[in-house]
């Protein structure tokens, strides 16, 4: 595989830029988006970059305009979903298109994927529901997607553990991780081993349900 390349893209809101890891010889290609208070270089996300080109997967990450601009704070749920698609359409791939990303990035994923055909959906540390507000579930935008969806959420996540989805979702979890997918000292495994169960997780899941 050779290094990561960008490109940006212009949206409605500023423009977006991709940064490209490529398979020597692609089967699949997963593009990420990231959260709504940080960026395209959160641990998760490296994982998968890191890791899935060596496994014949394509991974791209999506900065959003707004991130772009250094600005602290994302901007409406719309605004995300336009830029994300223009994004997908924009790379006009040729293999199988995941779309996924991190909380905010992952309901964007689920919200655009059927627009613009995606194999799949691949979801980071959902945010279920608000913090402490579980009555107020986002459900829905999971089941809407008529996808193949894989949610990877932290057994801590406050904005909804994994025995919370429902049953129709595929979850895998992550033991004593957070929101963040982050591990404390007391959790039952090391970061390193929850990175490992993210991508191993993906890897299998892409393979099965989009890669045929």
């Known amino acids: 595989m050779g290094g990561t390349t960008t490109q940006m893209i212009d949206t409605p809101y500023g423009e977006g830029r991709l940064y490209t890891r ?57 605004s995300l979903d336009t830029a994300l698609t223009l994004a997908a359409n924009w790379m006009r791939v040729r ?3 995941v779309v ?18 995606a194999a799949g959906a691949l979801c980071l540390a959902f945010p279920l529901h608000p913090v402490a507000k579980p009555h107020i579930s986002r459900a829905h935008e999971l089941l809407e997607a008529r996808v193949p969806t894989l949610v990877l959420q932290g057994s801590r996540d406050r904005f909804g553990r994994p025995e919370e989805f429902p049953e129709e979702i595929e979850v895998t979890p992550i033991p004593g991780a957070d929101h963040s997918l982050n591990v404390g000292k007391r959790a039952p495994i090391s970061q390193a081993d929850a990175d490992a169960i993210l991508v191993e997780s993906t890897l299998e899941w892409m393979v099965r349900e989009v890669i045929v």
């Open 22 to 78: 490529r398979a020597r010889r692609p089967q699949a290609t997963l593009l990420l988006s990231h959260g709504a208070g940080n960026g395209i270089d959160t641990h998760d996300l490296m994982a998968l970059n890191d890791a899935l080109p060596s496994q014949g997967i394509t991974v791209v990450r999506f900065e959003q305009p707004w991130r772009v601009k250094g600005k602290p704070v994302a901007t409406p749920p719309k």
């Open 95 to 97: 293999t199988p298109l």
């Open 100 to 117: 996924g990303g991190r909380s905010a990035g992952a309901r964007s994923a689920v919200r655009t994927a059927r627009g613009f055909g």
